[in-house]
């Protein structure tokens, strides 16, 4: 299976992927190069999601796709399925569990722009705002943090604060915050530390998970990759510190993929 996002979010579904089918081989493609993707034009993060499906597939007998980002799944999941006749999932946003276990009614959604701007997180929020309030907050830095907890590089508590000020500021604060792209869940403890109430952290990988091992469960052939690869579209110091993760999750190959 081919996993890819422009950061390392996508580890967070490769994770639990991992849980459930623990024997399975993976293609990890990190579009380094065009990180963050939720600073990208619509038309952009379209192409280039078939650039890469286009260029995985003539490299590699991939069988399915896992788009690792809630930006490119949002923007283009129902555009890549059309095009390409081999299983495509992404990871969406739904305010479905949010409605079942929130308190107060307060919901908070916090994704990339580009995610907070698509057509199907609009549709989504207007489709529960009778039901509770919604809180959202649209952000590209919250991205870098993660990248840089990932990489165990430092970072302060104000950086966090920052970004979340507008709803530290409310008389009512969100029990329930929905996670809205991969590489917010590696901070659930940093955000938690910043509320001065318990919170419901919600995000997209169960679904997306359970639909890929749907997939192995009901196909008969056995997996045609034979090792586990791990690809970048550019190279920079910040990659050696993922060595950690190159070993974590097994991965043989190591290399960089030209996506021009």
């Excluded at 069988?63 to 980002?69: D, T």
């Excluded at 095009?83 to 739904?94: A, C, D, E, Q, T």
């Excluded at 165990?152 to 966090?160: A, G, P």
């Amino acid at each position: 299976m081919l996993i890819f996002d422009s950061g390392i979010g996508g580890i967070s579904i490769l994770k639990n992927i991992k849980k459930k089918l623990p024997n399975k081989n993976y293609i990890y493609l990190l579009d380094n190069k065009e990180f963050p993707y939720g600073e990208k034009k619509e038309s952009f993060i379209i192409k280039r999601s078939i650039k890469i499906i286009n260029k995985i597939i003539n490299l590699y007998p991939i069988q399915i796709v896992v788009i690792a980002c809630n930006t490119v799944s949002t923007i283009s999941l129902h555009i890549l399925k059309k095009k390409f006749n081999i299983p495509i999932v992404g990871v969406l946003p739904s305010l479905d569990q949010a409605m079942k276990i929130t308190q107060n009614k307060k919901v908070g959604i916090i994704a990339t722009k580009a995610t907070i701007k698509s057509s199907y997180v609009k549709n989504i929020i207007s489709k529960y705002t009778n039901h509770m309030n919604i809180e959202v907050i649209a952000t590209n830095e919250l991205a870098r943090i993660a990248e840089k907890k990932i990489r165990k590089i430092s970072f302060s508590n104000f950086e966090l604060k920052k970004i979340f000020y507008p709803w530290m500021i409310l008389a009512v604060q969100p029990d329930t915050i929905y996670l809205g792209c991969t590489h917010f869940s590696f901070l659930k403890n940093e955000i938690q530390n910043i509320f001065y109430k318990p919170i419901n952290f919600l995000d997209s990988y169960t679904n997306t998970t359970k639909i890929v091992k749907k997939y192995f469960l009901n196909i008969k052939n056995s997996q045609n990759i034979k090792k586990n690869v791990f690809l970048y579209s550019k190279y920079n110091k910040n990659l050696d510190k993922l060595l950690y993760i190159l070993k974590k999750y097994k991965f043989n190959d190591f290399k960089k993929i030209n996506l021009n």
